[in-house]
T-cell receptor, first 114, second 119 residues
Framework: DAKTTQPPSMDCAEGRAANLPCNHSTISGNEYVYWYRQIHSQGPQYIIHGLKNNETNEMASLIITEDRKSSTLILPHATLRDTAVYYC???????????????FGGGTRLMVKP | GAGVSQSPSNKVTEKGKDVELRCDPI?????LYWYRQSLGQGLEFLIYFQGNSAPDKSGLPSDRFSAERTGGSVSTLTIQRTQQEDSAVYLC?????????????????FGEGSWLTVV
């Protein structure tokens, strides 16, 4: 699986958009980009995923560059409750891949400040 | 409950003792995963169960770790002769089936974790 690189930490003012970058320069054509977050002392929570096109749901937007080598997770109006560690994962689309598990790296620690 | 349930939520044990951690997946979910997360680290895959297939144990760090899943539902992770480096939060997750990455909404749902401290 492709490796991802994320900044270790970021700050964001409450009410402003939080833009979390992720580099995945070795991503292959059948790998999806997934974002999860983990709020302190809770289990990881799914946010959004995509392959090529930009995606939006009730939680966030995902912008994937045309060459797919990087992506940005956007929280449009960050709140204090969005303070968490955000994980970017790329994963091959194969239901026969053992476990289809999501193995997380260090992620980005987002601190939303009032 | 509607989510993945784990017990105990917190466990303090003495070095050398055995511990058992329990996971109740979401009803109807055939796939069950165990992960662990040490302080300040990312998630580490441990083991994966899918239906009646042989589990993927490739992530178990040593033969002190084992897991079983009875009746395709509840799972127990057992750590024998615990060591201090086993201290971590152990997360269980489940999904409806093998993850189909192309299907939106088919995601892996995590429990709140079992916090294990070995002293």
């Amino acid at each position: 699986d492709a490796k991802t690189t994320q900044p270790p930490s970021m700050d964001c003012a409450e009410g402003r958009a939080a833009n979390l970058p992720c580099n995945h320069s070795t991503i292959s054509g059948n790998e999806y980009v997934y974002w999860y977050r983990q709020i302190h002392s809770q289990g990881p929570q799914y946010i959004i995923h995509g392959l090529k096109n930009n995606e939006t749901n009730e939680m966030a937007s995902l912008i994937i560059t045309e060459d797919r080598k990087s992506s940005t997770l956007i929280l449009p109006h960050a709140t204090l409750r969005d303070t968490a560690v955000y994980y970017c994962i790329v994963r091959v689309d194969s239901m026969y891949n053992a476990g289809n598990m999501l193995t997380f790296g260090g992620g980005t620690r987002l601190m939303v400040k009032p | 409950g509607a989510g993945v349930s784990q017990s105990p939520s917190n466990k303090v044990t003495e070095k050398g003792k055995d511990v058992e951690l329990r996971c109740d997946p979401i009803s109807g979910h055939t796939a069950l995963y165990w992960y662990r997360q040490s302080l300040g680290q990312g998630l580490e895959f441990l083991i994966y169960f899918q239906g009646n297939s042989a589990p993927d144990k490739s992530g178990l760090p040593s033969d002190r770790f084992s897991a079983e899943r009875t009746g395709g539902s509840v799972s127990t992770l057992t750590i024998q002769r615990t060591q201090q480096e086993d201290s971590a939060v152990y997360l269980c997750a489940s999904s409806l089936g093998p993850i189909d990455w192309g299907v939106k909404g088919n995601t892996i749902y995590f429990g709140e974790g079992s916090w294990l401290t070995v002293v």
